[in-house]
């Protein structure tokens, strides 16, 4: 009898436990519940009551529709092409410029519009506003283009433009001259129809985008900076709008860019002695070489899902995918470490995931039959936003761990800061309301771009910079982007003078409406 006492408390302790464990759980799977059942981040903005700007309504006749297409064509008939640093196709720039005036006549001659050229061949534009204390925003894109070969593959001469099932095929097509022409043809349009914008805006056009905008988007910077001007946000190219290449998502999704990661080119080189193949030594440079290049890919910087804007992805399309993803897209609170581990297998999604480390050139050998003294990687990493340019190149150091290898940083730059997304945020609620006015059916998200655009030389005028454009992008599209058989669709290219062209009206609220918040507290 003496026993049962103590085994008895035992007994009832353990029930205490495990019942509260019990509850516990049963609470955590009923909020999971009721956030997978009420999740959805656009009703804030559907039932919000936004300020009546009486916007003018595009209708594009069929004169009309002839001559954009005509003018965007011209444009992917030019090849802008930036070969290297020291290299562009400065006589097409110049064409380029030609083509612009010809093409937007009202825009030219419009006493709102003041033009000059940047560098010699970028455009910056200002479009007055008639209520100077709201603040300006600026539209960007870039006009050159990476070289293209039709021996490469393409369907169509690459600068053609030549039309193919209803799609228009050349390089920039898509990455960026469809943003360049349908930002100017819409502004075209409005200053057509008597259209005077209350909020003033500027456009602007990069000429060397591809080869890192140091003269074009820096010198146009330089020039906002020196008027003391401040903007309200930045637009430029990026993201897109996805339809069928999510799995398991149902319908389109537009992706927002509230960043880009940050980059590293890192030169791992090995200096020792040569010698004749006949005699070979215990390690050669070489082996040294791959075997800091092994390490480095076998160790993979750390996955940090979660801890940058890729989160907000998931949560703002949670409510499109089906049970039991639409369970776990929903409750990231819960399940972020079980979804960073399925995103890392495939290198589409890995790349959200963590900073990720490529090695893109191995120079080592001078004859077949001689050890060679030096051998040279090089490393390409594209930095997540949770992390340093710092911290990955430590990291780089103690992931090689061999004195013997030595580890030069060529070049490199932080992340981007994260811009805003929320109900207060004016310019991605903006964004958000154009697609949604034209795309009822699509959701919007916030995401992360893992390439970098113009727009990183403005984050000092700007808290806010976004990167998307209403593209349409299907399975396989992605490829294309820098690839072979660029293209764009007419009705899609159609579809992004409509977006600016609603944009810029939007744009004339003095604030946004107030929130009707859709973040539950769970």
Not at 416 to 440: C, H, N, R, W, Y
Request: charge should be neutral; hydrophobic fraction near 40%.
């Amino acid at each position: 009898m003496t026993d049962s006492g103590p085994k008895l408390r035992l007994f009832r302790w353990m029930k205490i436990v495990i019942s509260s464990v019990v509850v516990t759980v049963l609470l955590l799977f009923t909020a999971a519940c009721i956030r997978t059942l009420s999740l959805d981040v656009n009703v804030g903005l559907k039932l919000a009551h936004w300020e009546k700007t009486n916007n003018i309504s595009l209708v594009i006749d069929h004169r009309q529709r002839e001559e954009l297409l005509a003018n965007f064509k011209e444009a992917i008939r030019i090849p802008t092409v930036s070969f290297s640093e020291t290299e562009s196709n400065t006589t097409a720039l110049l064409e380029f410029g030609r083509l612009l005036r010809k093409a937007f006549p009202t825009v030219f001659s419009s006493s709102l519009v003041q033009h000059q050229y940047v560098a010699n061949y970028s455009h910056l534009f200002w479009v007055q506003g008639s209520q100077p204390r709201l603040v300006p925003y600026l539209l960007l894109a870039h006009i050159d283009v990476v070289p293209a070969s039709e021996s490469d593959g393409w369907d169509a001469p690459p600068f053609s433009a030549k039309e193919i099932d209803g799609f228009i095929y050349g390089r920039g097509t898509i990455d960026n001259k469809s943003p360049v022409m349908s930002i100017l043809q819409a502004l075209e349009y409005l200053l057509k129809k008597g259209y005077a914008p209350r909020r003033g805006f500027y456009i602007g056009l990069g000429h060397d985008e591809e080869i890192h905008g140091y003269k074009g988007a820096v010198n146009i910077a330089h020039i906002l900076k020196k008027r003391g001007d401040q903007l309200s946000f930045v637009l430029d190219e990026g993201l897109a709008i996805l339809d069928g290449v999510i799995s398991g998502l149902e319908g389109p999704a537009a992706l927002i860019g509230l960043s880009e990661k940050g980059s590293a080119t890192i030169k791992l080189s090995v200096t020792m002695a040569p010698g004749h193949s006949s005699m070979p030594p215990r390690e050669t440079s070489i082996g040294v070489l791959a075997a800091a290049v092994k390490r480095l890919e076998d160790n993979p910087m750390p996955r940090l899902f979660g801890h940058g804007p890729e989160r907000g992805i998931f949560e703002h399309l949670a409510h499109k995918f089906r049970l039991p993803l639409k369970f776990i897209m929903s409750n990231l609170w819960l399940f972020s470490p079980l979804l960073g581990r399925m995103l890392e297998r495939q290198p589409e999604t890995n790349a959200f995931v963590r900073t990720t480390t490529a090695v893109t050139i191995f120079n080592a050998g001078v004859k077949v039959n001689v050890i060679p003294s030096l051998a040279e990687a090089y490393v390409n990493l594209r930095i997540h936003p949770a992390q340093s340019l710092q911290e990955v190149v430590d990291l780089v150091h103690s992931t090689v761990g061999d004195q013997r290898v030595k580890i030069e940083l060529l070049d490199g730059f932080d992340p981007l800061p994260v811009s805003s997304a929320d109900e207060k945020s004016f310019g991605f609620q903006i964004i958000k309301k154009t697609v949604l006015d034209m795309f009822p059916t699509v959701t919007v998200a916030p995401g992360i771009c893992i390439g970098n655009t113009d727009s990183r030389h403005f984050k000092d005028l700007a808290s806010d910079i976004y990167r998307f454009a209403p593209v349409w992008f299907k399975p396989g599209d992605a490829q294309r982007f820098h690839g072979i058989n660029e293209r764009i669709s007419k009705r899609n290219y159609e579809e992004l003078v409509a977006f600016y062209f609603s944009l810029i009206q939007n744009c004339d609220i003095q604030k946004l409406p107030e929130p009707h918040s859709s973040v539950h507290d769970l």
